[in-house]
């Protein structure tokens, strides 16, 4: 009996699809463990299970939800771990391990490469094994000369150099990983109009919300051939991008503008800073520069669709992808047009592919639905509040309106459940739960239902 059992486990295990929802669950559970830890809290007491569990599921998945004050409740050594679970859960949890076992022993099992290829969306196994190199490079310039400039702004709001390059780098780390973690108990409310601290910090938004993948290739095809030769992928990452972050600044602006309670008081730089950073922190960063609490409905609406849509695969970013969204609007556009071929960048998109965007997005609007219908049926809040926090956990972005701290351990469990599943993704746990282990081998009839 125990020999089958270890069989069994050895069978779950060895699954690619499997491994990365485990390795997840693993580590939230060590976050979880050194939280724990009374050296973790500034009380020097161990804190509540349900804050320790929640603070490392949001760390792991780069979300930003807090059921405490970053600040005022944890320790440094407890920010130290908040700290190193966001750039773990970054990298990505199956690529960290593979690039250890790389460094280490100066070679990577064949089963490594492959789970580190499907955490990563990579077919090609040599670019699987060149892309963690790629992605630690990236995040290491990147986060240093964000943490640099950063130091440089915070320098005039601390006592000394030591607090202002440990703001600069906890900040950095936390806004290239799109995660949202502050040091500040008003999130970045109090530097709404600071440049110095609120461009450096969306600037490696952007650039660790897109990718790795598609800055390399812009790096390459900007050089020699243009952006006419650029892929589908990075056309629809790069140009969903910018338009969503056109649509996002423009829309904070228009719908804050004279709002008392958020932009209305600022000076005329001030709100222009604003709606940048209300423009780029909904997609999936988590940081806040108003209280959303009391924002316009208009802003909160908008904010729905950014949270939902997300950044770029492959990035630091959460979310739905920005990628996924622009296949089906292109599948879309074809059925308008008659055309038998789904068409980006002058390429036929695969009906697989096709289909894989569709069951991302409705598989994400089911989780949300339903783990709203859940929080509502047991909350004191309004819908609104309620489906803004879910789609902000399931984004993996970390904006709130103030509620996370007030909602029950049952909520608080729900809003867990919906940040693994959004950093994990849907399909990667469907696939690792599914019962079926075999396609099937034959073919039915085809049968045409009546559509619309």
Same mark, same amino acid.
């Given at each position: 009996?125990?020999?089958?059992?270890?069989?069994?486990?050895?069978?779950?295990?060895?699954?690619?699809?499997?491994?990365i929802? !485990?390795a997840? /669950?693993?580590?939230?559970?060590?976050?979880?463990?050194?939280?724990m830890?009374?050296?973790?809290?500034?009380? +020097?007491?161990?804190?509540a299970?349900?804050?320790?569990?929640? !603070?490392?599921?949001?760390?792991?998945?780069?979300?930003? /939800?807090?059921?405490?004050?970053?600040? !005022?409740?944890?320790?440094?050594?407890?920010?130290?771990?908040?700290?190193?679970?966001?750039?773990?859960?970054?990298?990505?949890?199956?690529?960290?391990?593979?690039?250890?076992?790389?460094?280490?022993?100066?070679?990577?099992?064949?089963?490594?490469?492959?789970?580190?290829?499907?955490?990563?969306?990579?077919?090609n196994?040599?670019? !699987?094994?060149r892309?963690?190199?790629r992605?630690?490079?990236?995040?290491?310039?990147?986060?240093?000369?964000?943490?640099a400039?950063?130091?440089?702004?915070?320098?005039?709001?601390?006592?000394?150099?030591?607090?202002?390059?440990?703001h600069?780098?906890f900040?950095?780390?936390?806004?290239?990983? +799109?995660?949202?973690?502050?040091l500040?108990?008003? +999130?970045?409310?109090?530097?709404?109009?600071?440049?110095?601290?609120? /461009?450096p910090?969306c600037?490696?938004?952007?650039v660790?919300?897109?990718?790795?993948?598609?800055?390399t290739e812009?790096?390459?095809?900007?050089?020699?051939?243009?952006?006419?030769?650029?892929?589908?992928?990075?056309?629809?990452?790069?140009?969903?991008?910018?338009?969503?972050?056109?649509?996002?600044?423009?829309?904070?602006?228009?719908?804050?503008?004279?709002?008392?309670?958020?932009?209305?008081? /600022?000076?005329l730089?001030?709100?222009?800073?604003?709606?940048?950073?209300?423009?780029?922190?909904?997609?999936?960063?988590?940081? +806040?520069?108003?209280?959303y609490?009391?924002?316009?409905?208009?802003?909160?609406?908008?904010?729905?669709?950014?949270?939902?849509?997300?950044?770029?695969?492959?990035?630091?970013?959460?979310?739905?992808?920005?990628?996924?969204?622009?296949i089906?609007?292109?599948a879309?556009?074809?059925?308008?047009?008659?055309?038998?071929?789904?068409?980006?960048?002058?390429?036929?998109?695969?009906?697989?592919?096709?289909?894989?965007?569709?069951?991302v997005?409705l598989?994400?609007?089911?989780t949300?639905?339903?783990?709203?219908?859940?929080?509502?049926?047991?909350?004191?809040?309004?819908?609104?509040?309620?489906?803004?926090?879910?789609?902000?956990?399931?984004?993996?972005v970390?904006?709130?309106?103030?509620i996370?701290?007030?909602?029950?351990?049952?909520?608080l469990?729900?809003?867990?459940?919906?940040?693994?599943?959004?950093?994990?993704?849907?399909?990667?746990?469907?696939?690792?739960?599914a019962i079926?282990?075999r396609?099937?081998?034959?073919?039915?009839?085809?049968?045409?239902?009546?559509?619309?």
């Amino acid at each position: 009996m125990a020999y089958h059992r270890r069989v069994q486990l050895t069978r779950w295990f060895s699954h690619p699809a499997r491994v990365i929802p !485990t390795a997840y /669950l693993a580590a939230i559970g060590a976050g979880t463990s050194l939280l724990m830890v009374p050296a973790a809290t500034s009380a +020097n007491s161990s804190p509540a299970l349900i804050d320790a569990a929640f !603070t490392a599921t949001s760390a792991i998945c780069i979300t930003g /939800l807090t059921t405490v004050d970053t600040q !005022t409740f944890w320790s440094p050594f407890g920010q130290v771990v908040i700290l190193v679970l966001v750039q773990v859960g970054g990298f990505g949890i199956v690529t960290v391990a593979s690039f250890l076992t790389l460094i280490a022993t100066g070679r990577i099992s064949l089963q490594g490469s492959l789970m580190a290829g499907r955490e990563l969306h990579q077919a090609n196994l040599s670019e !699987t094994l060149r892309l963690p190199v790629r992605i630690g490079l990236v995040m290491l310039v990147a986060e240093g000369l964000t943490a640099a400039a950063l130091a440089l702004g915070f320098r005039r709001y601390t006592d000394g150099w030591g607090d202002a390059v440990w703001h600069g780098v906890f900040h950095a780390v936390s806004a290239f990983n +799109n995660a949202g973690f502050a040091l500040f108990s008003d +999130n970045l409310i109090g530097f709404i109009g600071d440049p110095f601290i609120i /461009l450096p910090i969306c600037a490696a938004i952007v650039v660790g919300g897109v990718g790795v993948p598609v800055l390399t290739e812009l790096r390459h095809t900007l050089r020699t051939r243009g952006a006419s030769h650029w892929t589908a992928h990075t056309r629809l990452t790069v140009y969903g991008t910018l338009i969503l972050l056109g649509l996002g600044v423009a829309g904070f602006a228009l719908f804050e503008w004279n709002n008392p309670n958020t932009l209305g008081p /600022l000076t005329l730089g001030g709100k222009f800073l604003g709606a940048i950073g209300g423009g780029v922190f909904p997609r999936t960063a988590g940081f +806040n520069n108003i209280d959303y609490g009391v924002a316009s409905e208009s802003t909160l609406g908008m904010t729905y669709i950014l949270m939902f849509i997300g950044g770029g695969s492959v990035g630091t970013a959460g979310g739905v992808k920005v990628g996924t969204v622009g296949i089906i609007i292109a599948a879309v556009v074809a059925e308008l047009r008659g055309e038998d071929q789904v068409l980006v960048a002058h390429r036929a998109i695969p009906t697989v592919v096709q289909r894989s965007a569709m069951a991302v997005i409705l598989l994400g609007v089911v989780t949300v639905g339903i783990a709203t219908s859940l929080i509502v049926a047991y909350e004191p809040f309004t819908l609104q509040q309620v489906l803004f926090e879910t789609i902000s956990a399931f984004g993996t972005v970390g904006l709130t309106t103030g509620i996370t701290s007030d909602l029950s351990p049952g909520s608080l469990s729900v809003l867990m459940l919906l940040m693994y599943l959004g950093r994990v993704g849907t399909i990667s746990v469907a696939t690792a739960l599914a019962i079926r282990p075999r396609h099937r081998r034959f073919r039915l009839p085809e049968e045409q239902p009546i559509v619309g």
